[in-house]
């Protein structure tokens, strides 16, 4: 609906059914796109959240990554009058983990933050408010965030809209499974140790993990896990990830450290030439464990690719200590994960046990409760000695390619937090999710680019890891690699 029909429509918060014209403009448009529907009077907010709503509801059933509703607070905000910014109308789902806004819910994947309601609302979430996006609920996560797929005991499992036999990806199933649904062209997303570029290679999207300190995580802590965790998004387009990252990026207050400052905004950059990259080609992980062969040849595929494009590819990888960084990841969560349970045990008045805390959490918890401070500045040195062990390396290149995971997506059960037993499941995840950690443990950013798919028809992300604040180059590349290898048609079959 168009000009005078859309202007009048746009005052209204009704919950009509959507007319077929308006539900299929969120699936032939990118965030910026439909912002500037909505600038152009061609739609409203109002009838952009009531399709997005509308598919939400027919798609969650058959893949569940809704963790929580907040539809009346969409309306509401739009009620109120949106912001003018780069997102005005777009609608747009927050991650259930970490991300508050303050008296709704929020679960953290968790039977333990059953009925949570923060008292804050999250400086992130401010910034995606200011920007025009219209929050109307919160996608699934396992609980806290713990493992490379979206199941929990708390909301269940979340299935890859590709084969719902298969695993959306972790921790941000949810919001990827939204994206590749076609409820939203984007969505919120964190990354402790591959938690947005997992996803998104699972689901055939765009996913960038921005420089520590780039995007804020307050007001409650400026930090999770030690500085391993940080937000973003996972998106079809890289266009809409970086005007996302314009619109969040920037020192909160109270943090200790910030990224340096971009040159120009990166929306600008995804369509600046990226010049000759020297990229690392790094097929094997650093822990030296199997990567399945459809991974491997998708890997030299987007080598070959880069070349055709100008770029110098050559193998190398930077020599690191994989013993101690794994050891380091495993005090700083185990830590992390036993405080923040034993607060939250305490606050309610509940104690620990299989009723509430999923096994693989509790075992985080026990081990997690016996390390020392020693033991965490030990692991923090850990980190420091690796981020100036990789810059060094990264003199000589712009870029470090590699899988994003070692296997196409893997089947439900495989990996989820309630195993048979905790060696098996530390079996199973370790060689899947064996690439992407490392940039959590330096604080580079890196990205998961969707250029291959497995003989099976599941989505193999192809990653790109660059300097300590150089998404610009990340930028760059992907915009390049986006015109040439023409992804944004390729969507799961799904009505």
């Known amino acids: 609906m168009a000009g005078a029909g859309a202007a009048l429509i746009a005052s209204t918060v009704s919950a009509r059914t959507p007319k077929p014209k308006e539900s ?49 607070y969409g309306r509401a905000a739009i009620a109120r009058g949106l912001p003018q910014g780069p997102f005005t109308g777009v609608p747009w789902l927050l991650k259930d983990l970490n991300t508050y806004i303050a008296g709704e819910v929020t679960g953290q994947g968790s039977r333990l933050y059953a009925g949570y309601r923060p008292t804050v609302t999250s400086e992130l979430v401010r910034r995606h408010e200011r920007a025009g996006l219209v929050i109307f609920g919160k996608t699934t996560t396992p609980e806290f965030g713990l493992t490379a797929t979206t199941e929990s005991k708390a909301t269940g499992l979340t299935r890859n809209p590709w084969n719902p036999d298969h695993i959306a990806g972790g921790s941000s199933g949810g919001a990827a499974a939204a994206v590749a649904a076609g409820v939203i062209p984007a969505a919120h997303a964190t990354d402790g140790g591959g938690s947005i570029r997992i996803p998104a290679s699972c689901c055939g999207l765009f996913g960038l993990k921005p420089s520590r300190g780039r995007v804020p995580m307050g007001p409650l802590r400026t930090e999770g896990w030690g500085g391993l965790s940080c937000h973003h998004a996972v998106t079809h387009s890289v266009r809409d990830s970086a005007a996302l990252l314009d619109a969040t990026q920037g020192l909160e207050p109270g943090s200790r450290y910030v990224a340096p400052t971009p040159e120009r905004p990166y929306l600008e950059e995804v369509g600046r030439a990226p010049g000759k990259l020297r990229i690392a080609l790094m097929v094997s992980p650093p822990a030296g464990s199997p990567v399945d062969p459809e991974c491997i040849a998708a890997t030299r595929a987007a080598a070959k690719l880069c070349e055709s494009l100008g770029h110098s590819v050559e193998e190398a990888a930077p020599k690191l200590d994989v013993a101690a960084l794994g050891q380091a990841a495993f005090v700083m969560m185990g830590a992390s994960v036993a405080n923040d349970l034993d607060a939250r045990s305490k606050a309610i008045g509940v104690p620990l046990g299989p009723d509430v805390v999923e096994a693989v959490t509790m075992m ?21 000695e690796a981020a100036v062990t990789m810059a060094q390396f990264m ?9 994003v995971l070692a296997s196409p997506p893997l089947t439900l059960g495989t990996i989820g937090l309630s ?14 999710a064996a690439f992407t950690g490392l940039y959590n443990q330096t ?23 660059a300097r300590y604040g150089d998404e610009a180059t990340l930028f760059r590349l992907a915009g390049q690699l986006e015109q040439a290898a023409q992804w944004a048609g390729r969507r799961p079959a799904i009505a």
Do not use: C
């Not at 990118?30 to 798609?59: N, W, Y």
């Not at 003199?395 to 899988?403: V, W």
């Not at 195993?419 to 899947?432: E, V």
């Not at 950013?445 to 599941?458: E, R």
């Open 419 to 432: 195993p048979p037993d905790i060696q098996t499941w530390i079996r199973n995840i370790t060689p899947f």
């Open 364 to 384: 985080f918890h026990d081990v997690g409760a016996k390390f020392t401070a020693m033991d965490w500045v030990k692991a923090n040195n850990t980190f420091q």
């Open 443 to 465: 604080g580079q950013p890196s990205m998961s680019v969707p250029l291959a798919m497995s003989a099976s028809g599941l989505p193999i992300g192809i990653m790109f890891s």
């Open 24 to 72: 299929g403009l969120i699936s032939s448009h990118d965030a910026l796109g439909l912002a500037d529907l909505v600038r152009r009077k061609q739609v409203s907010p109002s009838e952009l959240l009531e399709a997005a709503i509308e598919r939400a509801e027919a798609m969650n059933p058959r893949f569940n990554f809704l963790a929580q509703k907040h539809y009346d």
């Open 395 to 403: 003199d000589k290149y712009d870029l470090i390619l590699s899988p």
